[in-house]
């Protein structure tokens, strides 16, 4: 079965940074496009960031662009993402998914939207 499993996240002050790491089971990181998502609770699903299954796209959501960066390593299979300038605003749950059916800023994002996803992990900015 195909699985996703997210860790790194935790709770840092303001302008700190964070290095997330999503390993892949059963598919390949190069199989699909890859993205990172985040959920604060009571709002709706925010697309991150994506770099696709070629690897030569990638795209950032525009608070995240310059702080934000997303990576692959195909020997761990593992998708990364390393935030770094944290702002409190940055505060949600963090999943990664693959296999996207949608373009980023096509409309709301659900979770049906991706073929698999993580569990998350939790990234607490806070003075």
């Known amino acids: 079965e195909e699985q996703l499993v997210e860790s790194g996240g935790g709770l840092v002050q303001p302008g700190g940074s964070l290095r997330l790491s999503c390993v892949a089971s059963?598919?390949?990181?190069?199989?699909?496009?890859m993205s990172w998502v985040r959920q604060v609770p009571g709002k709706g699903l925010e697309w991150v960031s994506l770099i696709s299954s070629g690897g030569d796209s990638i795209w950032y959501e525009d608070s995240v662009k310059g702080r934000f960066t997303i990576s692959r390593d195909k020997v761990k299979n593992t998708l990364y993402l390393q935030m770094n300038n944290l702002k409190p605003e940055d505060t949600a749950m963090y999943f990664c998914a693959a296999e996207g059916f949608k373009e980023p800023g096509a409309g709301n994002l659900e979770w049906a939207d991706f073929g698999y996803r993580g569990q998350g992990t939790q990234v607490t900015v806070s003075s």
């Open positions: 059963h598919f390949a990181v190069d199989d699909f496009d």
